[in-house]
């Protein structure tokens, strides 16, 4: 299928925003199917190693034919020293960030064994998320003439990704605004910007298997 070029030349890949589309529907379908059917026995855990293997399968077909999407994807890019710092920078700053939410709102937030193990299983959940939201949906808003500019994009991703958690459950004490949209804006803008910068998702993923844990213990399970 060809690709539809704006007027700076750059290209959006229709075949992947049509596969973001069929992925988002087969993750519906798999949620749905395992409420509908409760003996299916349909884990989160399930529906994550379905949905990375279908990346996965869709990344290799397509890379067999077209090598260089591999780097239009951030899979394959070279981390320069820039990237590596950046990360842990970046890195750092989530973890911190969850611990002074989680202390504000608790008292105090504890590491226990048990994190690293759920921040490795939570990898199949974060891998086709920055797939689907950096290598197609950001790469394509990208091309963009309105998203010229090195934070206009990436503003516009954070405030995007923190109104799509308004309907989570957990909220500040005292109020209807969700914990997840404060921490998810800054989250989103900085992601964007960080694959923008230096084009790689692999980074991104193990920045977002560490947070979602912690997010979830240090801080929603406290409200």
């Not at 990237?83 to 002074?100: C, E, T």
């Not at 504890?110 to 891998?127: D, R, S, V």
Request: with cysteine; charged share 10%; aromatic share 10%.
């Amino acid at each position: 299928m060809p690709e539809k070029k704006n007027e700076s030349g750059s290209a959006i890949d229709r075949q992947d925003i049509m596969f973001a589309v069929l992925l988002g529907v087969a993750a519906v379908t798999v949620k749905l199917a395992g409420r509908g059917l409760p003996g299916w026995d349909v884990t989160r855990t399930t529906t994550d190693i379905l949905l990375s293997t279908i990346t996965v399968a869709y990344i290799t077909a397509r890379a067999r034919r077209t090598p260089e999407k591999l780097d239009a994807w951030g899979l394959s890019t070279p981390l320069t020293p820039a990237a590596w710092l950046v990360f842990v920078l970046l890195l750092g700053l989530s973890v911190v960030s969850l611990a002074a939410c989680g202390t504000l709102i608790s008292g105090s937030v504890a590491f226990i064994p048990a994190h690293p193990a759920q921040m490795i299983e939570y990898i199949p959940a974060a891998f086709p998320q920055q797939f689907v939201l950096c290598s197609i949906l950001l790469a394509s808003l990208a091309t963009l003439p309105a998203f010229r500019g090195q934070w206009r994009l990436p503003l516009f991703v954070g405030v995007l990704f923190s109104i799509a958690h308004f309907w989570t459950p957990a909220r500040i004490p005292g109020t209807i605004v969700p914990v997840q949209m404060l921490i998810t804006l800054p989250a989103g803008a900085g992601a964007a910007w960080y694959f923008l910068r230096f084009r790689s998702i692999l980074p991104l993923t193990a920045i977002h298997a560490v947070f979602y844990p912690l997010m979830h213990y240090w801080i929603e399970r406290q409200l």
